[in-house]
């Protein structure tokens, strides 16, 4: 792949631009100074190289973990909140169209309010594996709800609630209380603020919200809130294998 053409699929902006870059000095490769905006680079997953002073790797497909913040938007365009797509450096937001994806998409949408786990790609089969329905990828949220927790609240949630939207029971695949105001939730569905209106609904009310867990991947303990990094190639293998978890039929107690 010429360098100009590794440097526009990666988002630095149009050929000529990523051309300019190159011939001014700005990209090395390796470690190594190139101005031949037409050499022919091996393009390898993890590929290192820097574009003026900033170090990137190169990745054919963009898979990215980020720790949202609360108070952010999961829109390209908010109305009230900033965008999750300002905590991402340009490059990534600029990638560009694969597959019918411009550049990189947040897997479904967070409220404004709730932090933790959220997948971006530009990678259409992952994001419609991540967020259909049809594919039952456990998701698992962490929430301190206002009313001490007790068994039957628990019980409801593990057995179904109805939703205003939905005259069917939705539950949970596992509902456990971590302490006397703190519940963790493993959802298979993305029903629009579902994890709040399933705790009203079983007589309790979140007053904050956190997923900490997409399958088998952990929200990391280092990463703070506001920034990202890229999933590994296990990781993102993983996301694609991830089955469907069995309901839990008892509590695990707390």
């Known amino acids: 792949m010429q360098l100009q053409e590794l440097l526009f699929s990666q988002g630095f ?6 051309a300019g870059l190159i011939q001014h000095g700005h990209v090395t490769v390796d470690g190594q100074a190139v101005t031949d905006a037409g050499c022919d680079i091996e393009a390898q997953e993890g ?16 898979y990215v973990l980020l720790n949202k913040p609360a108070g952010t938007e999961c829109s390209q365009k908010p109305s009230t909140w900033p965008s999750v797509y300002t905590l991402l450096p340009d490059p990534l937001r600029q990638r560009p169209v694969k597959g019918g994806v411009d550049g990189v998409q ?5 409220d404004q309010d709730t932090t933790g786990l959220l997948l971006l790609s530009d990678d259409g089969k992952f ?10 990828v456990p998701k698992v949220y962490e929430a301190e709800v206002k009313h001490p927790l007790d068994e039957a609240q628990l019980g409801r949630l593990r057995e179904g609630v109805v939703l205003d939207d939905d005259p069917r029971p939705v539950r949970a695949l596992a509902a456990d209380r971590l302490d006397e105001r703190r519940l963790q939730l493993t959802l298979d569905e993305g029903k629009y603020h579902q994890v709040k209106r399933m705790v009203a609904a079983a007589g309790n009310r979140v007053e904050a919200l956190c ?4 399958g088998d991947l952990q929200l990391p303990v280092g990463l703070a ?10 990781e993102v293998e993983s ?13 695990a107690g707390g």
């Open 47 to 62: 590929l290192r190289y820097t574009v003026q002073g900033k170090n990137w790797e190169f990745h054919a497909k963009a």
């Open 13 to 18: 902006g149009t050929r000529r631009v990523c």
């Open 127 to 136: 994001l419609h594996r991540m967020a259909s329905p049809r594919h039952h």
């Open 211 to 214: 997923r900490t867990r997409i």
């Open 106 to 110: 947040a897997v479904g949408r967070l």
């Open 239 to 251: 996301l694609f294998l991830v089955k469907k978890v069995a309901p839990k039929s008892s509590s």
């Open 225 to 234: 809130p506001g920034q990202w990094r890229w999933l590994t190639a296990a």
